[in-house]
RNA sequence: GCCCCCAUCGUCUAGUGGUUAGGACGACGGCCCUUCAAGCCGUUAACAGGGAUUCGAAUUCCCUUGGGGGUACCA
């Protein structure tokens, strides 16, 4: 109980981390800052047939995206590496060795055909399916004709036959299982690399990791854990099941629920704060009330006790609203640095880079508040950066003014009043444009509307003078030019 | 089928025998207002069902139902 805490976050390199994978690494890493323990990256690639090239830089990436820093582990190794299963496979095969010399684990020489038929009988007779044991008590001379004719044998453990497997949950409380509800599972593939079981049990007592904190769905193979500690004669570390992150349907979240990839939400325009955040409230909270904290607060509050039991379906909309605040609450310039390869993304090649941070600047604070990810930033100011922008001349005769004359009139005297104007900036534009709304006889709200359109290109843009003077007398005019060529052209 | 886990608003959750069951997202309405946002105010909406224990259950126990996970020479 008093040992250090060490924990580890142990992915198998088969894919992209998504979010839940993620959550599981995150409350590790909290875990671990909280009690001032260590953090450990161990990637448990021991399905070689599963292996997906770039798998291990997208979990490298994805860590350090979210700052999620591993005290041991790949690139920075530790004392207790290397953190490869696959460079590890010795100790996992002389340690199978040492549990068949003990009587814990025998060699099974069934065939992968045998197997399946076995399992597809016991389907139709509505049997449990499981290892019908055939091996588990072969004589030495059997085991060495066996291998003589060739047959590379797998190594099973050899599950208690009677008794059951008790074990305590930080978050469950006490789990019991019948052994006789237990298979006797494969520790040894015969491709010689060791099953996750094997590996994992091994690794976290070589490593000395106090604390397995892992998706729920390990928990009906925790017996199985628990009878290898004890047949190894290790002590167990703690075991705490968290609860799993579901998609929209409640079913275990997958790639057919869109966008689930962590590096996925990135390029959307997330915050890598805000994704903490959100993350660390879903299966944890601090009270009743608190929603956005920083790292800090995280790190300072974490705790085991107040991670909830229920799966959690992952609220893509709640993500987007917290996003926003945090989009909010960035300073000025931070939002700029960030803003930018969304920009240059999205921003069409003509536009000239590279981009000006002085023009971005001054968009932040016109934008800031109407976006929610870094790519509606984008989107919504890509206006300012073209010359002229694109639009459906019909726009101009929207749902204000609705006749071509009053629209050119209200155009070109706003063209000419702009013209004159000594100095441009949103206050002399409001006096300017407000008492000539009145002049003219046309509602304000649709007089700067209709300005709007002719400037932005769009029904929905930040406050008409305020974007005016970002953009200048000049663009100003030449989008006001433009708007009454396309009012004179209509017909 | 068998084993295990879980069960409070649509969603994320607070709540550990006595609360008008609280907060947040969303939705809806209002204020503000040149559009859209943001902000502020308000409304909507939950203890799965049934027993038991108790003076008193969202909170404890049991059953049912529902959901999820596992059941591989995958992790």
Redesign the pocket.
Known sequence: MNKPVRVRY???P?GFPHVGNIRTALFNWLFARHNNGKFILRI?D??VS?KVEGALDSILTSLKWLGLDFDEGPGIGGPYGPYFQSQRLDIYRSTAEKLIAGGYAYYCF???ER?DSM?QEQAKL?Q????DRRCRNLGKEEISKLKAEGITP?VRFKIPLEGQTVFNDII??D????NS?Q?DF?LL???G?P??HLANIVDDHLMEVSHVLRA??????TPRHVLLYQAMGYEAPLFAHL??I?GPD???LSKRHGTTSLMEFKKQGYLSEAMVNFLA???W?L???T?IMSRKDLVDNFSLE?V??????F?L??LT?MN??YI?ALRENELVSRAIPFLEETLPAEVKRPLSRELIKLIVPLVR??VRTLKEFADMSDFFFMEIPEYSTSLLLGKGIKNKETALMAVQRAHGGIEQLAKFDATSL?GLLRPLSEQIGIK??DF??LL?IAVTGR????????TMAVMGKDKCLKCLDSAIKKLITLK
Not at 175 to 178: G, I, K, L, N, T
Not at 216 to 221: Q, T
């Open positions: 142990a992915p198998s088969t448990e021991t399905d599963r069934c065939s992968p197997l399992r509505k449990p399916p499981g290892y797998v469950r409380g789990v019991v299982f019948e509800t298979d494969v593939k015969s491709d690399f099953t996750y729920d769905e390990w928990l009906s193979s609860p799993i579901l409640r079913s275990k409230l879903l299966g909270s009270d009743e009330k929603e107040r909830g039991k229920t799966g959690a379906i609220n909309e709640k609203w926003g605040t909010r508040e109407r409001e304000t709200g700067f509307g709007r029904m929905v843009a930040p406050p008409l003078f305020q």
